[in-house]
């Protein structure tokens, strides 16, 4: 069980372009979460997907920000259009249907330059 | 407003020495409570949880948490810390009937020789 997987680990972009960025769940693992972590805001909740069906995305900025999980062993966060201010780690974390514990990956760090 | 405050934002004690992190809650209802562990350029790790019963809940590392409904806290202690056990603490709870993990702040954790 290698664990819940993101990629890359670091991505830097400019200002305005794009960052995809990747979360393999768990095998067998049913519900996928985003969060966000910065240093000011602390770990915000992103966005929340249940056999890859969107349940909850109430943490997502309204603008550039979108999250899809095409299938069962992977989900991605887009942003669009970086800013500065979207630089963070951003973690991706799984569970099983029983939700007696989310693991986490290690985190994707963006910068925006 | 739901929240989840972790007052100390750092802590230092000795090696050897006890520990106690707080963290307090303010919901509707009991929530579910946890206690995660995040190393530097890790991802979190989960210490313990109290879902209901025996208010004393052990983890792993020698770590236990004391759940007071009377005081909405959530306080995490260890007899003997080691120099290992420094790190980012953070206290997280969800509801019972959702899914989402909400944290708290987090506390810096050093262990100093």
């Known amino acids: 069980n290698a664990g819940v997987i993101q990629t890359p680990r670091h991505k830097v972009t400019g200002k305005g372009q794009e960052a995809t960025l990747w979360c393999e769940p768990i095998?067998?693992?049913?519900?996928v979460f985003w969060y966000r972590q910065t240093i000011v805001q602390g770990l915000e909740f992103l966005t929340y997907?249940?056999?890859?069906?969107?349940?909850?995305d109430s943490g997502m900025p309204k603008e550039r920000f979108s999250a899809q999980m095409p299938n069962q062993s992977h989900s991605t966060l887009k942003i669009q259009s970086t800013q500065p201010q979207d630089s963070a780690v951003y973690l991706c974390?799984?569970?099983?249907?029983?939700?007696?514990?989310?693991?986490f990956g290690k985190g994707t760090r963006l910068t925006v330059v | 407003a739901q929240s989840v405050t972790q007052p100390d934002a750092r802590v230092t004690v000795s090696e050897g020495a006890s520990l106690q992190l707080r963290c307090k809650y303010s919901?509707?209802?009991?929530?579910?409570l946890f206690w995660y562990v995040q190393y530097p350029r890790q991802g979190l790790q989960l210490l313990l949880k109290?879902?209901?019963?025996?208010?004393v809940v052990q983890g792993v590392n020698g770590f236990e948490a004391e759940f007071s409904k009377s005081n909405s806290s959530f306080h995490l202690r260890k007899a003997s810390v080691h120099w290992s056990d420094s790190a980012v603490y953070f206290c997280?709870?969800?509801?019972?009937?959702?899914?989402?993990?909400?944290f708290g702040s987090g506390t810096k954790l050093t262990v100093e020789p």
């Open positions: 109290y879902y209901s019963g025996d208010p």
């Open positions: 997280a709870v969800r509801m019972p009937n959702y899914n989402v993990l909400y």
């Open positions: 919901y509707s209802a009991t929530p579910y």
């Open positions: 095998s067998g693992h049913s519900a």
């Open positions: 974390a799984s569970s099983s249907p029983g939700f007696t514990e989310v693991f």
């Open positions: 997907f249940r056999n890859q069906a969107p349940i909850d």
